[in-house]
């Protein structure tokens, strides 16, 4: 079964301490993405990569790191310099299609800091 | 990427067809319509796409106006599991970060 999955679903960490997120994709994407959610407002995106190796920071990359050693994982650090990492973060990914990019989401892991 | 318009909110009785619109003046030549939409604490779910003609997959269609200004996203038998906030985006090029609005918050009567 192809998809995109992201582990945990809730995740609560204690202030001052460093977070991993999880995002593994079986759908052959080259690019991967991470986006962070509050509530009521639209998806800001945090990193995405178009290629192993190699990735770019968003619009709101500050107290956040990635890496891409595999094509089908994509990890997110939630580091201690994030200073209101409480969100719901997405991860998505895509491919290319009839001249464009369409990209696929992610469950969702929604982090919680107590 | 050109701005869109949505209704706030709409309604929808089960079984009816669900009309959602969108308004895109902006958009140039090369951009493409995407329609998402997302159900509470779940992950946006792709739902269609299209440039100038009008597209039709297994969940929904996709009308867009010969000017390309508007669009209206069509559930053709809405079922309670269709209640979401749907998302018009205009994007065009490759790669980059998909930019949601505020969406329509459609709900699904029985």
């Known amino acids: 079964d192809g998809g995109i999955t992201q582990s945990p679903k809730y995740l609560f960490r204690k202030e001052g301490q460093n977070v991993t997120l999880s995002c593994e994709q079986n759908?052959?994407?080259?690019?991967m993405y991470w986006y962070r959610q509050d509530p009521g407002q639209g998806l800001r995106l945090i990193y995405y990569?178009?290629?192993?190796?190699?990735?770019q920071k968003g619009d709101i990359a500050e107290g956040y790191s990635v890496s891409r050693e595999k094509k089908e994982s994509f990890p997110l650090t939630v580091t201690s310099a994030q200073k209101n990492p409480t969100a719901f973060y997405l991860c998505?990914?895509?491919?290319?299609?009839?001249?464009?990019?369409?990209?696929?989401f992610g469950p969702g892991t929604r982090l919680t800091v107590l | 990427d050109a701005k869109t318009t949505q209704p706030t909110s709409m309604d929808c009785a089960e079984g009816r067809a669900a009309n959602l619109p969108c308004n895109h003046s902006?958009?140039?030549?090369?951009?493409?319509v995407y329609w998402y939409r997302q159900i509470h604490s779940q992950g946006p779910q792709y739902i269609i796409h299209?440039?100038?003609n009008n597209e039709t997959n297994e969940m929904a269609s996709l009308i867009i106006t010969e000017d390309r200004k508007s669009s209206t996203l069509i559930l053709p038998h809405a079922t309670l599991r269709d209640t979401a906030v749907y998302y018009c985006?205009?994007?065009?090029?490759?790669?980059?970060?998909?930019?949601f609005g505020q969406g329509t918050e459609l709900s699904v009567k029985p």
């Open positions: 998505a990914s895509s491919i290319v299609e009839q001249g464009t990019d369409t990209q696929y």
């Open positions: 759908l052959n994407h080259d690019a």
């Open positions: 990569s178009q290629i192993v190796n190699d990735f």
């Open positions: 902006t958009i140039s030549g090369n951009e493409y």
């Open positions: 299209g440039l100038k």
């Open positions: 985006i205009v994007r065009g090029g490759l790669g980059g970060k998909l930019i």
